[in-house]
């Protein structure tokens, strides 16, 4: 598991719009935002994209970037993509397993009509040198950190200058 201050393992990741987006090559401003989600097969998640595409445009002000991450196949992730209203969020797919335990998120087992092995919610805000500022992991899919409460602490920590914490 990665400690907020640590420098974040590369990421390349594929997008649905056909191109690979890689961490190293992000360069906002203040953060770049990773939103792991759950799956197509998570109505949550639907609803936190979509409020993320309304919401898009407040971290492009702030100088954020943004990307959801799925394990999800290919054409499960291109479902998603044109199924939810997610039109302006980088959409990458086919996270495997074994990134995501290094990236410290939750694997669950599917039940039901899920898919066999999946990530459960992770979110975290990387600084332009790599290093972990923000992390928060999820072995649920309910309960969340709301978009506003992200964007309530991205302006206290530009405005204060706010240290990472939780790296003891």
């Not at 999946?118 to 790599?130: A, H, I, N, Q």
């Amino acid at each position: 598991m990665i400690k907020p201050k640590e420098t974040a393992p590369e990421l390349h990741i594929n997008l649905v719009n056909g191109t690979t987006w890689r961490l190293s090559e992000q360069s906002p401003d203040l953060f770049t935002m990773l939103l792991f989600y759950r799956g197509k097969h998570c109505p949550l998640c639907k609803k936190q994209l979509e409020e993320l595409q309304n919401k898009r445009s407040e971290f492009t002000d702030r100088d954020v970037n943004i990307i959801a991450i799925s394990s999800d196949n290919e054409d499960v992730a291109k479902a998603t993509y044109e199924e939810w209203d997610i039109d302006d969020i980088p959409l990458g797919y086919g996270f495997s397993i074994d990134d995501a335990r290094e990236w410290g998120l939750f694997i669950s087992e599917g039940i039901k009509d899920e898919p066999e092995y999946f990530t459960e919610p992770g979110f975290f805000l990387v600084k332009p040198d790599r290093t972990i500022h923000w992390e928060s992991i999820q072995s649920m899919p309910f309960a969340r950190p709301t978009f506003d409460h992200i964007l309530k602490g991205i302006d206290y920590i530009k405005k204060e200058d706010y240290p990472a914490r939780g790296e003891a």
